[in-house]
């Protein structure tokens, strides 16, 4: 194919072998509001391992000088490293500053909760890594201002995640680059505070609203009540917010735990004081790491155990409730050995590589939102809801209907119960499998006894 003239290049639509400075192109990954963002390689190292190359869409944009400045000051094992950054002068004589950063293959956070189903320890192992990024940011006296589902990759070969796209970011002393009352964001995770700010600065054009570490933690509770529950809390916009939900004297959204009895109390506990109306009440980027690695690092408190079922001689209401109990048991044993029957034919997961969520170079990898305003995409609150696999890990009892031990050669004992290896299955597990030690594992459920009567 013939090579296109280079007058013709633009930043945005480079072909697959365009040099820019010591980088080669191997392909497009993926295009924000003002970046677009390369696969590529050293020119001479084709061999070596590629990087993510994020070049300006506008002549002299000075976002990637700031963007520059933070990652080189923010060094962490879960933001991609920056490794240079420079200007390409473009045929025309037009200069584009430009990126390279460490390549990250992975999935966008809410598209891996989905097809992983990770369970409430695993979701707060990775939340409590994400804290850990905002406070190595934070300490650095600087704020990310984009935290966001869509800017959190998942590593495929290890589940680490990866908070990408410093764009939109800021730190202490950085020359101001936007003239708006609200700082560049995405509007669905800003905090309320920020947004009542607005509203009593509308005659004043001078005012700006400058975010802080409580901005960053709202971000994160947003992205993590989203992460568990399938749906975004209300929205913090004051005329979108008819139930004053976001007022000083309200006391927040409902906690995700109303939403998916699944989730962990004490998760449900950290994400809702993440989301405090009060910015003092979040706490720090650091206390909520702490909090979130304690919960990874510990199961769930016994719960206190059920009031016992009322004896038969309580009545025919106690009679029938007892029944229908006992109805429900069996439906849930039938869902268990239809996942079993499907697992055995050769129900498989596949981890699919997505394009757009892979880009992981220059500066945190940033897919969208580059500059002073963030592109939304599937990040808008008004998106219909998608559900949350929250999984739980293997009971402390057998459960209705499984075997108990001892066990077959084919199965192992663990908790009283029979439980059979899912292959070669690895955790986070499939939503019909549970976790133990490393490894996931299907109930092994003991036939029904057969009738004792022909009467149906």
Same mark, same amino acid.
């Given at each position: #194919? ?23 192109? /191997? ?25 993510? /190359?994020? !070049?300006?869409? /506008? ?41 390279? #950063? ?23 192992? !990775?939340?409590?890594? !994400? ?5 190595? +940011? ?47 964001? +995405? ?22 609203? %400058? ?8 971000? /994160? ?20 917010? %008819? ?54 690092? %510990? ?5 206190? *155990? ?13 009679? %029938? ?5 006992? !109805? ?18 050769? #129900? +498989? ?77 690895? *955790?986070?597990? *499939? ?26």
């Amino acid at each position: #194919m013939g090579r296109a003239r280079d007058s013709d290049l633009h930043p945005a639509r480079l072909p697959v072998g365009t040099e820019v400075g010591p980088w080669r192109v /191997l392909g497009s990954s993926a295009q924000g509001t003002y970046g677009a963002v390369y696969r590529a390689v050293r020119v001479g190292e084709e061999g070596a391992k590629p990087v993510a /190359l994020k !070049l300006a869409l /506008l002549p002299w944009d000075p976002r990637f000088q700031r963007e520059a400045v933070l990652l080189d000051r923010i060094r962490h094992p879960n933001v991609p490293l920056l490794s240079d950054h420079g200007y390409w002068r473009h045929p025309s004589a037009a200069v584009y500053p430009c990126l390279v #950063m460490e390549w990250v293959e992975g999935t966008p956070l809410y598209d891996w909760a989905l097809e992983y189903s990770p369970t409430s320890r695993q979701m707060a192992r !990775l939340l409590a890594q !994400l804290a850990r990024v905002l406070q190595a +940011t934070h300490s650095a006296s600087a704020v990310h201002r984009d935290v966001k589902g869509s800017n959190v990759l998942v590593r495929h070969s290890d589940s680490r995640p990866f908070l990408i796209d410093f764009g939109a970011g800021n730190y202490a002393g950085a020359e101001r680059l936007t003239w708006q009352a609200l700082p560049p964001g +995405t509007n669905g995770y800003r905090a309320p505070e920020a947004w009542h700010f607005a509203l009593r600065s509308l005659l004043d054009k001078e005012a700006h609203y %400058t975010a802080g570490p409580a901005d960053d933690v709202f971000a /994160l509770g947003v992205t993590a009540y989203r992460l568990v529950t399938g749906q975004y809390p209300p929205p913090t916009e004051p005329e979108a917010d %008819t139930a004053r939900t976001w007022y000083p004297e309200s006391v927040g959204p409902q906690p995700p735990l109303a939403l998916n009895p699944q989730v962990d109390p004490r998760l449900s506990a950290v994400i809702l004081r993440m989301l405090s109306v009060w910015p003092e009440a979040r706490g720090t980027a650091e206390e909520l790491a702490e909090a979130l690695e304690h919960i990874a690092e %510990t199961p769930v408190p016994e719960a206190a *155990p059920p009031p016992a079922e009322p004896l038969p001689s309580a009545g025919c209401q106690a009679a %029938t409730t007892q029944a229908r109990a006992r !109805l429900r048991s069996w439906q849930r044993i039938m869902v268990l050995a239809a996942s079993i029957a499907l697992w055995v034919v050769g #129900m +498989t997961q596949t981890t699919d590589w997505l394009p757009e969520g892979s880009f992981v170079g220059c500066e945190d990898a940033g897919t969208v939102a580059l500059g002073d305003s963030a592109q939304v995409e599937e990040d808008t609150p008004d998106a219909p809801p998608r559900p949350t696999g929250v999984r739980r890990d293997i009971p402390k009892k057998p459960l209705p209907g499984q075997q108990h031990a001892p066990c077959g050669k084919s199965e192992e004992a663990i908790r009283g119960g029979c439980w059979i290896k899912h292959g070669g299955a690895v *955790p986070p597990c *499939p939503y019909y499998a549970y976790e133990w030690e490393g490894a996931c594992y299907l109930p092994f459920l003991q036939p029904p006894r057969p009738a004792t009567s022909e009467q149906p």
